[in-house]
Nanobody, 120 residues
Framework: QVQLVETGGGVVQSGGSLRLSCAAS????????MTWHRQVPGKERELVAS????????NYADSVKGRFTISRDNPKNTVSLQMNSLKPEDTAVYYC?????????????WGQGTQVTVSS
């Protein structure tokens, strides 16, 4: 059974930090590109950050560069998102996603999401 379980969301004041974690099971984590997305009601889901299987190749949305850091622990099947200098516009539901790192898109897994609220 495939599971992606996000934790770590909550309410934080502007300028604060949160660390999101995503625990994966039921598929080959070490062969998956992992990404974090976020969504605000009424808007499309936005890609926030991605990390390749080697843990070194990462990409970020311009809006979070320099503030957010994505990382992964392949032996523990987890991916994390360290969020610093949070702004009210970072308020959203954050989702973890897994796709194959290469080849056809044979799977596209999503977690249930975790709410992040940044108060001004």
């Amino acid at each position: 059974q495939v599971q992606l379980v996000e934790t770590g969301g909550g309410v934080v004041q502007s300028g604060g930090s949160l660390r999101l974690s995503c625990a994966a099971s039921g598929f080959t984590f070490g062969r998956s590109t992992m990404t974090w997305h976020r969504q605000v009601p009424g808007k499309e889901r936005e890609l926030v950050a991605s990390i390749q299987i080697n843990g070194r190749n990462t990409n970020y949305a311009d809006s979070v560069k320099g503030r957010f850091t994505i990382s992964r622990d392949n032996p523990k099947n987890t991916v994390s998102l360290q969020m610093n200098s949070l702004k009210p516009e970072d308020t959203a539901v954050y989702y973890c996603n897994a796709k194959p790192a290469w080849g056809p898109l044979v799977y596209d897994y999503w977690g249930q999401g975790t709410q992040v609220t940044v108060s001004s």
